[in-house]
């Protein structure tokens, strides 16, 4: 990967406000190779697996990204998400994703099902990264690549921002299908989050073969 040394005559100061907000313009515009982006969702959900995307972005797609607003996931809507990520991944030099499953958040909690996750998106890249942008503080255990830990990341990087985008809309497309099969848990409406109709129907009916039983909510 080419050194990011953006022309400062040519750059209008709004521009570069914005750029000094985002790491790739700043602490890691030095670094040398592929940076990948790491990030997860479905942390905090009562059903369906945990899910992370790995995103690598070549030099050339940071601006445009950044002129389109990307931002945490989150902070998006359903149908900017999807354009997002659309734009990712015909921009992106490599992207892929992972997840644990509910029997292994079961098995072996969330946390470290959500760093499982992480691992293996990280893994399926056909492209090594020199280093490896985690979002959260939790190192991935076990990683044979350099990595580090950024608190908010997706608020401060846009390979993160990028993969928490592309690990979200993977996520609850997957939730809206599986919503057809469960259609007593409003999944199509809360993507298995524990919304006020999703809590009264595990009470009413208790939890299905895809919920996380670990989880104080789904113990009926």
Not at 119 to 124: D, M, N, Q, S, T
Not at 174 to 199: C, F, T, W
Request: hydrophobic letters at 45%; charged letters at 20%.
């Amino acid at each position: 990967m080419a050194k990011l040394k953006p022309d400062r005559a040519s750059v209008d100061s709004p521009t570069l406000q914005q750029q000094a907000s985002w790491l790739e313009f700043s602490a890691f515009s030095d670094i040398c190779g592929p940076v990948a982006g790491v990030d997860e969702v479905g942390r905090g959900c009562l059903f369906g697996p945990v899910v992370a995307a790995a995103v690598i972005l070549p030099n050339d797609a940071l601006s445009a990204l950044m002129a389109a607003k990307i931002k945490d996931s989150k902070k998006l809507s359903s149908s900017r998400r999807s354009q997002l990520a659309q734009h990712i991944r015909s921009a992106a030099i490599d992207c892929t994703i992972g997840f644990a499953s509910v029997v292994e958040i079961d098995q072996i909690n969330i946390l470290q099902a959500t760093l499982l996750a992480m691992k293996r998106a990280v893994l399926k890249l056909k492209v090594q990264p020199t280093l490896c942008l985690i979002d959260g503080k939790q190192s991935i255990n076990d990683l044979p690549l350099l990595q580090q830990t950024i608190v908010k990341g997706d608020e401060r990087s846009l390979a993160i921002a990028a993969a928490s985008i592309i690990a979200k809309v993977w996520r609850d497309e997957l939730i809206v299908r599986l919503a057809s099969k469960y259609p007593m848990y409003d999944l199509e409406q809360n993507k298995g989050y524990g919304s006020p109709k999703h809590l009264l129907a595990l009470q009413e009916h208790g939890p299905s073969p895809l919920h996380r039983k670990s989880f104080r909510p789904c113990r009926i």
